[in-house]
Nanobody, 127 residues
């Protein structure tokens, strides 16, 4: 059964760190483009980072230099290390599977390009 399950969210103060995990099952996980998205109340879901089958990564400008996306193919797990968190990073975070390869900037940050989603994990950053 195809499934994505996120974990690792929580509440931190500004400047703190969190690491999100996404356990993937039933997908060609190691090959396809995978992404992390976030959605704050009243805002559209936005792409945060994505990673290709060969490990190539790309980031939204708002998180570049602070967030790191990675994956462990042996564990079928996607990660998002978030450092220097800001209150504006507060959102529900989702991992997503595109079923496409390779990632490309013209679509990989668009939520409509991803077929499968996890249930989300909440990140709250206080000032």
């Amino acid at each position: 059964q195809e499934q994505l399950v996120e974990s690792g969210g929580g509440s931190v103060q500004a400047g703190g760190s969190l690491r999100l995990s996404c356990a993937a099952s039933g997908y060609r996980y190691s090959v396809a483009c995978m992404g992390w998205f976030r959605q704050a109340p009243g805002k559209e879901r936005e792409g945060v980072a994505n990673i290709d089958g060969d490990g190539s990564t790309d980031y939204a400008d708002s998180v570049k230099g602070r967030f790191t996306i990675s994956k462990d193919n042996a564990k079928n797990t996607l990660y998002l290390q978030m450092n220097s968190l800001k209150p504006e990073d507060t959102a529900m975070y989702y991992c997503a599977y595109s079923g496409r390869y390779p990632c490309a900037r013209w679509w990989a940050f668009q939520y409509s390009a991803y077929a499968n989603w996890g249930q989300g994990t909440q990140v709250t950053v206080s000032s």
